[in-house]
Structure formats: structure tokens, C-alpha cells
């Protein structure tokens, strides 16, 4: 029988161990981009209906979900080892007269990001800055590397903070690696192997022995090429990345190397002008996520608790098409009191895409409020709107304007003002890219014209402090009105020109005549003929 090691609960903040609650089965899961997870079953010695309550009826209180919990474990060498460290998500009991259970269902604490659900603005910020503060705010320690790209503005929406950090993983093409004290991020890539596992020993070494194992090898959803497209505003054309093959193995797991089923390329195409630097990365993160599924493999070996996520594993033994190096992407400790312990390693991803994060989607359309005027050093004449869904104290978003035209140098120009209220929609659906397509009048910005059962009045109305220049159209007096606070021009029958402080007509030539008789009327008419100055000789 396999020796197994001594694991410790230990509850609360002070982490204290257990004494009377004994583990018997414990299964601890650490996969990348997952939350890590594990399930321990306490037994109690003696008769477990009688002692349950007077023996350890304080320790199943320290069991209380949300309670602090680490697994540590005492191996062979007499070697601690923290193998788990999170909250306790679930308690269960079941009790009968030969054998009572208390089950615990653990979870790192980055379930305190999926336990959550908000929207917010990030402005200026890298997405390593981005993904950081999230984490830091839950007191995760963090080590992140290949997100340096900065974002204008970045709107988590409606989600949990760990799916909108998921967001972020997907579109930076990194993965992250939770480990019980803290979470690495980083792309993926080959190193030095850990650990060697063979299917034989060599020369009485001291090489890891295979227990069991299997090996996945799938052209389902693998692209010959993959390009991604998204649209450059200010070139006004689309930016287009080829990605490269990603690389996350030798030999039977290098990903890179298949028989494509379908030649033709991939193509994935995107309003939102995300440049070509998030572009590159976004097409980069595509092609990883779907080459990571082409090789994969499972193998359980005696327990050990040397190798992490991320680690190079070799396999060697069984021959060139199986043999190769590959990244760890899970680790499964299964530790039994009587069967002991083993620890099942995973190189590759099965199905790498189904666990892609797509952005969460801001569906339909949405209210914005102008704020104060801001030049948008962009050049796009962008708007600043404050958008309630995101929150009362959420940071303004640089929109664009919508037009009815906007050709080179002519267009419809009428920029709403501060405090007007406006309707948004968003590019792609990402929040991150608002577009102003309309305006609405309202109880405190009221329409200047009210709408009657005749609707015959039409107008094109711009005022500001207090007086207003108008274009008015009445189709049932059949009359047109252009003025201004001073001046008035009427069509209706004739033409009819009106001013508080004079009119002045000036041209090179001007002629005044009607068919039956001109007439001018005032208190004084003066004539005034200028001398055209003679010709020289």
C-alpha cells in the first residue's frame, strides 16, 4: 500500500489546525485561468452520533463557510508543503450510527473576484495596471508580465471581477497561473523541464515513473492561418495582423505542428478601432487559445508536490510520437488515508477556445449625459458622457458624435451641450467605445416647440442665454421664418425682411423692380449718387 503523507486543516485567521476532525479524502485542483478548488471529508473517530457534538461541536464551528482555510502537507521526507489556501465555499454533513462526514468545499481567494458583479471605468491605465489593482484590492499577490499595452479607457460592464480580468487575459494572450499563495501572469512557454516522467527507469535512476496515462491529439477548430481585423479611425482603414503559430511544446506537444482539416484562413473582423498594438495582441491570443487544444495529455504519477502550473514536464519513453516536452496546465492532488497519494498532471488544453472570455456585451441603447467641454487631443472630436448604468460616481467616456452627413470639410455640425441628455450606442457592443446617435428633450431641458395634434410647426431652433436663432417651418400657414434675436425673414405670399437696427444691402450692382409699381415709404428718403472719378487719359 502507498504510504500517504499527513495533511493539516488549518481554519480561521489564526490558522489553527484540527485535531478531532480527521481528513480522510482530500482532492485539490489548481488549473490555469481557473479558480483553484479543493474538497476535503473529516471524519470523526468513535461513535459519531454521540461524539460529534461533544467532542468537536467547536472545531465544525470553525468550519463555518467563509472561514479562512489552508492544506498543508508533511510528505515522506518530512517536507511541508502548502498545497491549498482559500475560503471554505460549502459545508456539508452527513451523520449516521456507523460513520459521520464533514465535507468542506474550498476555493482560493480569487473567488472573492468572482464573487462579485459591477461595472467601472479604467482610463489611462496598462491592462497589467488594470488586471493589478483588481487583485490587489482583494489582497492577491500578483506577478504580471506581457501586459504593457495602455488603454485610452477600458469599461468592465456588468460582470464579475475575475470574468472581466478573464477579459483581459484573452485579449493580452497570456494565461494566468494561481498557485496557493499568489497568481502569475504571463504568455506561455517553453523551459527546462521540472520534472522527467517515463514509462520505464533507466538504470535503477531516479526518474518518475508513468502510473497511468492518456494523450489527446485533435485538428478540430485549428486554423492553417488566422488573421484578425479591426477599423484605424484616424486612417480610416482596417488594420490587419497575421498570427504567428504558437509553440507550447516538443515533440508529440508542440502545437504548432498538424494536419490542418480546412486550409482556408481564419478571419475574425472588428468595428472597434482597438490599434494595431491591441490588434496584434488580441489576433495573438485567438491563435494560442485555439492551438493550445491540438496536443494534450493526462498523467498520474505517486504524489508530488514539486511542479507547479506553468512548469515543463517531459515525457519520455513511449516512443517519438508520444514523447516531447509540454506546459503544465493542471495540477490534481488525490490523497487518500488508505489508498495515499497521487497527483495527475495535465500538458495542454483539451478545449483551450471554450474557455475563451469574450468581452461582456453593453447590448442595446443606452443614456449618456454631456459633461463639460474637454479638447479631445485625439483629434476625433470626441465628446465627454457620463453614463448612469456604469454608475453615479463612474468617470466620463470619450464618445464619438454621431451625423446625419459628415463628408471633408462639410457635415451636420451640432455638438450637444453640457448636461444634455443624449443616447449612446457602443461599437462591437464593447463598452469601451461609445457612439452618440441622438439627443432627447426632457421635463428640465424642454423642447422649445410643443407637440399638438396638428404638428405643423418644424423647426431648427440653437439658443443660449435666453435668446434664440431659428428656422421655422408652419406647413399650415405656409410659412417659412428665418431670425434671429434682431432680424427677421419671412416667406409667406412675398417675402418680407424685418430688423430692430437697420438693414443694409451692398453689392457691386443692385436693382430693384416690380411688375406694376415699386414703392418705398419712410419720414426721410435720401438719395446719395458717389461721382465716379474720371478716366485718365
Excluded at 489553527?16 to 479524502?25: F, M, Q, T, V
Excluded at 504568455?187 to 538504470?203: D, E, K, N, V
Excluded at 488525490?334 to 469574450?358: F, K, N, Y
Aim: glycine share 8%.
Amino acid at each position: 500500500m502507498r504510504a500517504s503523507p499527513s495533511v493539516s486543516v488549518l481554519v480561521g485567521t489564526a490558522r489553527l489546525p484540527l485535531n478531532g476532525l480527521s481528513p480522510e479524502r482530500v482532492e485539490v485542483l489548481h488549473r490555469i485561468n481557473s479558480v483553484p478548488s479543493a474538497r476535503v471529508v473529516l471524519t470523526v473517530q468513535g461513535n459519531p452520533l454521540r461524539d460529534i457534538f461533544e467532542d468537536v461541536e467547536a472545531e465544525v464551528a470553525r468550519c463555518a463557510a467563509g472561514e479562512p482555510v489552508s492544506l498543508m502537507l508533511l510528505d515522506a521526507q518530512e517536507r511541508e508543503h502548502l498545497i491549498f489556501k482559500g475560503v471554505i465555499e460549502q459545508q456539508t454533513m452527513k451523520a449516521d450510527r456507523e460513520r459521520t462526514e464533514l465535507t468542506l468545499r474550498l476555493r482560493h481567494d480569487l473567488e472573492k473576484l468572482r464573487n462579485s458583479h459591477r461595472s467601472q471605468v479604467f482610463q489611462n491605465m496598462s491592462e497589467a495596471t488594470v488586471v493589478g489593482s483588481l487583485l490587489a484590492a482583494q489582497q492577491i499577490p500578483a506577478t504580471i508580465a506581457d501586459m504593457d499595452l495602455r488603454c485610452e479607457q477600458l469599461v468592465q460592464f456588468g460582470c464579475s471581477d475575475w470574468r472581466f480580468i478573464r477579459e483581459r487575459l484573452s485579449a493580452s494572450g497570456v494565461w494566468a497561473f494561481p498557485s496557493p499563495e499568489r497568481v502569475v501572469i504571463a504568455a506561455p512557454g517553453i523551459a527546462f523541464p521540472t520534472l522527467i516522467i517515463r514509462q520505464h527507469a533507466l538504470f535503477d535512476s531516479d526518474h518518475v515513473l508513468m502510473e497511468d496515462a492518456s494523450w489527446s491529439f485533435s485538428e478540430r477548430a485549428q486554423p492553417e492561418k488566422l488573421k484578425t481585423s479591426t477599423w484605424d479611425d484616424h486612417e480610416q482603414r482596417l488594420d490587419t495582423v497575421s498570427a504567428k503559430d504558437v509553440s507550447l511544446g516538443t515533440g508529440a506537444f508542440d502545437s504548432a505542428r498538424g494536419n490542418t482539416i480546412n486550409r482556408e484562413p481564419w478571419q475574425f473582423s472588428r468595428s472597434a478601432p482597438l490599434g494595431l498594438q491591441r490588434t496584434t495582441a488580441l489576433s495573438h491570443g485567438l491563435m494560442l487559445s485555439l492551438q493550445a487544444g491540438r496536443a494534450s495529455g493526462e498523467f498520474r504519477i505517486n504524489g508530488t508536490a514539486e511542479v507547479d502550473l506553468g512548469d515543463t514536464v517531459s515525457i519520455e519513453g513511449y516512443g517519438k510520437a508520444f514523447d516531447g516536452d509540454g506546459i503544465v496546465t493542471a495540477v490534481r492532488h488525490h490523497i487518500d488515508r488508505e489508498a495515499g497519494w497521487r497527483t495527475t498532471l495535465t500538458l495542454g488544453c483539451d478545449d483551450m477556445s471554450s474557455e475563451d472570455v469574450p468581452p461582456a456585451q453593453i447590448n442595446g441603447l443606452h443614456i449618456g449625459v454631456v459633461r463639460s467641454f474637454k479638447k479631445d487631443t485625439g483629434g476625433m472630436n470626441r465628446l465627454q458622457v457620463h453614463l448612469p448604468v456604469l454608475g453615479d460616481n463612474s468617470d466620463p467616456l470619450w464618445a464619438r458624435l454621431a451625423k446625419p452627413y459628415a463628408s471633408d470639410m462639410s457635415g451636420f455640425c451640432f455638438y450637444p451641450e453640457p448636461g444634455d441628455e443624449v443616447i449612446v450606442g457602443f461599437l462591437d457592443g464593447d463598452p469601451s467605445f461609445p457612439v452618440i446617435i441622438g439627443s432627447m428633450h426632457n421635463p428640465k431641458n424642454r423642447a422649445p416647440i410643443d407637440l399638438d395634434a396638428k404638428n405643423d410647426v418644424k423647426a431648427l431652433i440653437v439658443g443660449k442665454q435666453g435668446m434664440s436663432s431659428q428656422l421655422l417651418f408652419d406647413s399650415g400657414e405656409q410659412r417659412v421664418d428665418l431670425s434671429s434675436p434682431q432680424e427677421q425673414l419671412v416667406f409667406k405670399k412675398g417675402c418680407k425682411l424685418m430688423s430692430g437696427s437697420g438693414l443694409a444691402l451692398t453689392s457691386n450692382q443692385l436693382k430693384l423692380s416690380g411688375a406694376s409699381s415699386v414703392s418705398v415709404e419712410s419720414m426721410s428718403v435720401n438719395f446719395d449718387q458717389k461721382s465716379t472719378p474720371p478716366k485718365k487719359s
